[in-house]
């Protein structure tokens, strides 16, 4: 989390109505939020559905909220429960792309060469194979840990149901079991 984020004040900010705070609160948490979806293995569809849901849910408790200092907890218990919500009602829907292959073909893209991206594609697939060989458990914490900014190891805990004392010694061992993995199958 970042140093200089004070969910309590950024709150309060919020609760006056303060589209800068509110910015600043989307921002702190947003990749925890989609991290949390992704760790329940949610569609890119269904993950945003629930991101969005659980930020109207906020808006929708802004004032009943008993401690606004742990809004990343409530965020993330939130989330989750979302996240089950979409799970237990089976919303699977196919989403096509509305937008023909052809009208992209005058649009110049602004990626990486494609020597780069396809190296940086194949170590990222590779990692993340390893990540999907890695026990439940781990492989959620290392999720929820990857988030961008991430998320303090109370939200964490928060997260995952677990104790924040436990987040740090769990995550150096999944990532030893990771690291043995990658050595393991030739990754770098």
């Known amino acids: 989390m970042k140093d200089d984020f004070e969910a ?5 900010r919020v609760r006056k109505g303060d589209a800068s705070a509110w910015s600043a609160l989307t921002g702190q948490y947003t990749s925890l939020l989609w ?3 992704r760790g329940l293995r949610l569609s890119e569809a269904d993950a945003a559905d629930a ?7 906020l808006v929708e408790h802004l004032d009943s909220l008993r401690d606004p200092d742990r ?20 919303a699977r829907v196919q989403v096509g792309s509305p937008v023909g292959a052809g009208e992209w073909a005058g649009v110049a893209d ?5 020597d780069v991206a396809l190296l940086r594609d194949e170590r990222d697939a590779e990692l993340w194979r390893a990540v999907g060989r890695l026990k439940p458990p781990c492989r ?14 109370a939200e964490a805990a928060a997260a995952l149901q ?5 987040v740090g010694p769990t995550r150096q061992r999944c990532l030893r079991c990771l690291r ?3 050595d393991k199958h030739g990754g770098e």
Do not use: H, K
């Open 8 to 12: 309590d004040e950024v709150m309060a």
């Open 35 to 37: 991290s949390i979806a």
């Open 51 to 57: 991101v969005q849901t659980t930020w109207l849910r």
């Open 71 to 90: 809004v990343g907890s409530w965020l993330a218990t939130s989330m989750r429960r979302e996240c089950y919500d979409v799970l237990r009602r089976g």
């Open 110 to 114: 602004p990626a990486d060469p494609l």
């Open 140 to 153: 959620r914490l290392l999720r929820v840990l990857a988030a961008d900014p991430p998320p303090s190891y």
């Open 162 to 166: 677990m104790p924040v004392g436990s």
């Open 180 to 182: 043995e993995l990658l």
